[in-house]
């Protein structure tokens, strides 16, 4: 199954921070704004869900989710920044795995396959801030 334009799915060990509401900040690589590449819009609401089996957009393999969880947030806010302008703040609400940029910078490289060179301090990445609902 391909993530609908309302969902923004999750790996299964972020399960239980989405429970109690605790992640609120997520990080995409490059630019990904309201109505273009998969991106987000102020005050949209999005349905949260879990992946069960993981697919590959570029390999053509659909991803399955979980079908009994879904948690339904609002876009609070989207910018477009580069990696290496991230401050401190920028990081509050993501998940304990993701709080640095380098932290971050491994994170985006093992889930979108990004080599050290693709995500150096100029790198365009997204972040995208939720409340839930």
Not at 20 to 43: S, V
Not at 53 to 81: H, M, N, R, Y
């Amino acid at each position: 199954m391909k993530a609908a334009r309302d969902e923004i799915w999750f790996r299964k060990i972020y399960i239980d921070l989405i429970k109690a509401r605790k992640i609120t900040t997520i990080f995409r690589p490059g630019q990904r704004l309201c109505n273009c590449n998969k991106g987000f819009c102020k005050g949209e609401r999005l349905k949260i869900r879990i992946i069960d089996k993981v697919g590959a957009d570029w390999a053509g393999v659909l991803g399955q989710i979980l079908p009994d969880f879904s948690q339904e947030v609002q876009v609070l806010e989207t910018k477009v920044i580069t990696l290496g302008s991230l401050s401190a703040d920028d990081f509050l609400g993501s998940s304990p795995d993701i709080n640095n940029i380098l932290s971050l910078r491994y994170h985006l490289g093992i889930l979108y396959n990004l080599t050290p060179i693709e995500l150096d301090d100029k790198a365009i990445i997204t972040v995208t801030t939720f409340l839930y609902v």
